[in-house]
């Protein structure tokens, strides 16, 4: 009984590390997450005051051309008045001419800034996206995690329960004077007589006589006797130990099976009659 406590309290200690391991990797992952979302919402704030930046260059850059055109027009008219007028303006609108021209300069200056801005902030866009798709992978893997956790306790629960009714039964039962229980065994399941031989395959009477003969085996040990794969070897031994030809014991995995003594008497009925 104090084995058992004991198992049962470091399996219970087990499963809390998995769960506090688990929710420590999900509250990682959604800090990455936040993290990301919030460098990618200040990338969109940063290329917004770009954009309107560059807007209120053009549009003063706008205005300034139209004052100097509206200038330039004036000079026009008054060059139509006199030749001396003319030369003058002349004058002025090569200097406005020559005006414009760092302005024009520093306008390629600032769309090639801004080219060169907005291909960076998509170039950055696009890392947030695929940083936040692995951070969205990451999340479903931790969430199939909790999904095998959930799984693997059911489980726990499951054998728990049966290793304590198990405990409860020996218990109840006087074990006998002349025999100390060495092992914990599942209950025995009746032999479906009605059954018998006649619904056996080639192979299960094949491992049927080879635990008469040599005593009891694993799943793993018959399955390098009889060539098969594991998962059927496994289905072969659960079914001969559901039916009631064999008997299994529970105390460690892999478990070990062995016949029946009276299926072992009905097998040696079978041979002395074969002969």
């Known amino acids: 009984m104090g084995i058992l406590i004991a198992v049962t309290a470091?399996?219970?200690?087990?499963?809390?590390?998995?769960?506090?391991?688990a929710q420590h990797e999900y509250e990682k992952a959604n800090n990455e997450y936040e993290k990301a979302n919030n460098e990618y919402e200040k990338a969109s704030?940063?290329?917004?005051?770009?954009?309107?930046?560059?807007?209120?260059?053009?549009?003063?850059?706008?205005?300034?051309?139209?004052?100097?055109?509206?200038?330039?027009d004036t000079m026009?008219?008054?060059?139509?008045?006199?030749?001396?007028?003319?030369?003058?303006?002349y004058r002025k609108a090569e200097t406005i001419e020559r005006?414009?021209?760092?302005?024009?300069?520093?306008?390629?200056?600032?769309?090639?800034?801004?080219?060169?801005?907005?291909?960076?902030?998509?170039?950055n866009q696009t890392e947030n996206i695929q940083y936040n798709s692995n951070?969205?992978?990451?999340?479903?893997g931790l969430e199939v995690k909790l999904k095998n956790i959930d799984a693997t306790q059911e489980t726990l629960k499951t054998k728990i329960t049966d290793l304590e009714e198990q405990i409860k039964k020996i218990v109840n039962t006087p074990p006998p004077q002349s025999q100390v229980?060495?092992?914990?065994?599942?209950?025995?399941?009746?032999?479906?007589?009605?059954?018998?031989?006649?619904?056996?395959?080639?192979?299960?009477?094949?491992?049927?006589?080879?635990?008469?003969?040599?005593?009891s085996k694993t799943a793993p040990e018959i399955k390098e006797r009889i060539?098969?794969?594991?998962?059927?070897?496994?289905?072969?031994?659960?079914?001969?130990?559901?039916?009631?030809?064999?008997?299994?014991?529970a105390g460690k995995l892999p478990f070990r099976y062995s016949i029946k003594k009276e299926m072992e008497a009905l097998l040696q009925k079978v041979e002395n009659s074969a002969v």
């Open 10 to 21: 470091v399996a219970a200690y087990q499963y809390y590390k998995h769960i506090r391991r």
């Open 45 to 72: 704030q940063e290329y917004e005051k770009a954009k309107d930046f560059l807007e209120d260059i053009v549009m003063s850059f706008d205005r300034e051309l139209k004052r100097e055109s509206a200038k330039f």
């Open 76 to 89: 026009v008219s008054k060059v139509e008045g006199s030749y001396t007028t003319a030369d003058v303006s």
């Open 99 to 123: 005006k414009i021209e760092p302005i024009e300069t520093q306008l390629d200056v600032l769309v090639q800034s801004y080219q060169a801005m907005s291909q960076e902030i998509t170039e």
């Open 135 to 140: 951070v969205l992978s990451g999340l479903s």
């Open 181 to 215: 229980i060495a092992e914990v065994m599942l209950p025995p399941i009746p032999i479906k007589r009605d059954k018998a031989l006649a619904t056996l395959t080639d192979t299960e009477i094949q491992v049927l006589e080879m635990l008469s003969k040599e005593g």
């Open 227 to 249: 060539h098969l794969s594991r998962e059927h070897t496994a289905r072969l031994m659960k079914k001969l130990y559901e039916e009631g030809y064999l008997e299994r014991e």
